[in-house]
Structures are given as C-alpha cells and as structure tokens.
C-alpha cells in the first residue's frame, strides 16, 4: 500500500532511470520533465491523502485522469500531465512560477517596445524570462494583437449593472514632438451584484475636465453602464460635476482620504495637536446620526483654536458622509477611492521605468494591460461584497418611505 507524500519528503527516480536520463539527448531536459511530473503526481496524493490505487479511510477524494500542460523553462519547454480529480478541487502551485514568468514577459515586451530598446536586448531578457528569444517582428505581432484584446476588452458591451462605481485619473509623461507633455488617465472600477470587482474603462485625456469625464462617462453609458446607485470619486471640479449632469441619480461620495488631505491647507505649516486625527474617528462610527453628533463635538472643541479649518470643514464635510446611506459593512470599501489604489500602485510601479513614453498608444498600451490583468485576478476571486446587504438595505429603505 502507498502512503502519499509529504511536501518534505525527496521525490524519488532511481538508479536506472536517472542513468538512461542522463545518457539521452537533452539529458537536462527530460531529467526535469521526469522530476517535475513526480511532483504532480506528489501534490496530488497530499490533496487526496492518498497514493494512487490506495484504500484508506482518510481519502479525500479519487483521481480522474490527466490533462496536458507545456511548462516553458530555461532548458526547453516541457509537456507535462497534470493529474484531474472526480469533484476537480485539485489545484497546482507548480506553475505559479511560470504565470508569473508569462505576466513579467508580456510587461517587459511592453516596457522595451515603448522605450524602443535594441533587439538585442531585448531577446537578452526574454530568454533570461522564459528560456526562448522573440524577434523585433515577433513582438510587433505581439503587441499589435494586444492592442486588439485591449481595445476589444475596454469596449465591450456591459449587461450587468453596477450599483457601485469608482473613478479616479493619474498622469503620465508622453512625448510628443520631442516635448514631453503629461497626460490624465481616467480610470473607472465598478462593483456588480455578484459583489465583485471589475474594470469598467480606462482611457487617455489631454487633462481631467469637466468635458473629458463627460465623454468617459457618457461612452460607458454608451456601452451600457445602467443601474448606477452609488459614485465615489475624489473632489475635482470638473468629475464632480460630470457625475451630476450624466448620472444625476446617483449619489456621490468625496473620498474622505483626500479630504483629510486637503484640510492640512486650513491648517499652519507647524501643529502638533490632534485635530485631524479626532476627525478622522468620524468615519468610523455607526450611522449618521452619531457622525453628526461627533462633529458637532468636534467643532465646539477646536473652532477657538482653528477657526479657518472648522469653517472649510463644516462647509464641506457633508460630502464625505454620503458613505452612511449604505450598508454597514459596505462602508469601509466605499468612503474612499482606496479600491483603486491597487491598480494605481501597479501602474506606477511599471510606468516609473519608461518614465516617459514615446507616444499616446504606447501609454494606452501598457495601462489598460496592467488593469486587464488585475481585472481577471478579481472575477477569479471570491466575493468583495455581500451585494445582498444592499439589496435588503434598498428594501427596507423603500418600505420606510411607503410608510
């Protein structure tokens, strides 16, 4: 009887076949292929705590053949057969490695085709990446067929509603004639109701306007968009007043991270109070009614001192409380922009290394490859939230007004 094998223990190839391996064209090769598949096979009678053929009454589940997969590493590439079960829970860490190798590929092809690098170079680095070189022509095609998927992706048709949406713009350098100009990014994330997260449009702007965002908005309505409920964005004029005029029945959220930011102008260069910091409490309580009650509290304590900072403040905070119409635990998603920040960190993290790009497509390119990418990591997770809740807070708020 076999006894599955614990991730510690040696993978196991004897004598004989390590010497018939070795003694074989492409000895290297097939000697990894070998070693590999034994890894499978390994990972897969942990996951069902059983060997092949074994009866045990731990077993977790039964085997249901192979499926083919091409591994591509620095001594060739490598057909492997992934072992399937019956309920096809099982899942491999094994190419994790190579998902990555496949993503740092196509980034860095997008990276060294806007930067114009020498071919040489660039067949240096992918064959350092994923064991095998691509020519100049080779990476034409391939960002000429990306271009297509992410034009493609970024226009396509919108069924579903989107209760929650998110916008937000960054800038980047373009080159234009010589002349470096920089660019706004609009970008737009939307929270559906199977409660996950999605790119919805990512788009280039001469600059972030009031006629910019119209048009980004109206294409998505074009598009599609429908049954938007809830808009959070940070308070630029001209996005503010796009979101009133082409989604007037939405209500809008300023994000309250910006609007902390912004009060440190209502402030002297040099405080070392906690004026901010009891401000900030405000965002976490339980409802409106005990938000208001704070900031009522707040006011009285610091209008001597900062009279400047509680005038702007009570000006303008109403803003941010839009957040408390929502259910309780959707609160901390949606008071901020803070969602997208992770695309943001991305983008910047890869657009640090063009610096400037040679051209508008190029830009357009590597951005919108960036948000695909995360956007498909997020449809492959669980749940960001219980739409659920939304959909009990709409009707218990409805039956309130018919009351």
């Known amino acids: 009887m076999t006894r599955p094998k614990r991730n510690d223990e040696p993978i196991n190839v004897t004598k004989q076949e390590l010497l018939r391996l070795l003694t074989e064209e492409d000895a290297l090769k097939k000697l990894m292929q070998t070693l590999l598949q034994e890894v499978l096979e390994a990972e897969m009678d942990e996951a069902l705590h059983a060997g092949k053929g074994e009866r045990t009454a731990g077993r977790l589940g039964y085997r249901s053949g192979h499926y083919g997969r091409t591994l591509v590493t620095r001594v060739g590439k490598l057909e492997l057969r992934v072992p399937q079960d019956r309920q096809g829970r099982f899942s491999t860490e094994l190419f994790e490695r190579y998902q990555r190798s496949e993503k740092a590929l196509v980034a860095a092809l997008l990276e060294m085709y806007v930067q114009g690098v020498a071919t040489r170079r660039v067949t240096a680095i992918t064959e350092e990446l994923c064991g095998h070189s691509f020519s100049a022509s080779a990476i034409s095609t391939i960002n000429q067929k990306l271009d297509g998927e992410l034009t493609r992706f970024m226009s396509r048709r919108l069924e579903a509603a989107y209760p929650y949406i998110i916008l937000d713009a960054r800038y980047e350098s373009v080159r234009e004639e010589g002349i470096s100009h920089s660019r706004a990014v609009l970008i737009t994330l939307g929270i559906g109701w199977d409660g996950r997260r999605h790119v919805l449009s990512v788009e280039l702007a001469n600059r972030e306007s009031t006629s910019s965002w119209k048009d980004h908005l109206l294409r998505l309505k074009e598009r599609g968009l429908h049954g938007v409920q809830f808009v959070v964005s940070d308070d630029h ?120 790009f040679p051209n508008e497509e190029s830009c357009l390119r590597l951005v919108r490859a960036l948000a695909v990418e995360i956007h498909e990591e997020w449809v492959d997770e669980n749940r960001y939230l219980d739409m659920d809740l939304l959909r009990e807070h709409l009707k218990a708020s409805a039956q309130l007004k018919a009351a």
């Open 237 to 356: 004029p001209g996005l503010k007043r796009a979101v009133m005029e082409v989604l007037p029945e939405a209500h809008w959220q300023r994000c309250y991270v910006h609007f902390l930011r912004n009060a440190l102008d209502h402030l002297p260069r040099k405080h070392a109070d906690d004026c901010l910091l009891e401000l900030r409490w405000l965002y976490d309580l339980h409802g409106i009614a005990e938000a208001r009650r704070h900031l009522a509290s707040w006011l009285e304590r610091w209008q001597p001192k900062h009279g400047k900072l509680c005038a702007w403040v009570e000006a303008n905070i109403e803003e941010t409380l839009t957040f408390y119409r929502l259910p309780q635990p959707h609160h901390k998603h949606l008071k901020s922009t803070n969602l997208i920040e992770r695309l943001n960190q991305e983008i910047k993290r890869r657009t640090l290394l063009v610096r400037i």
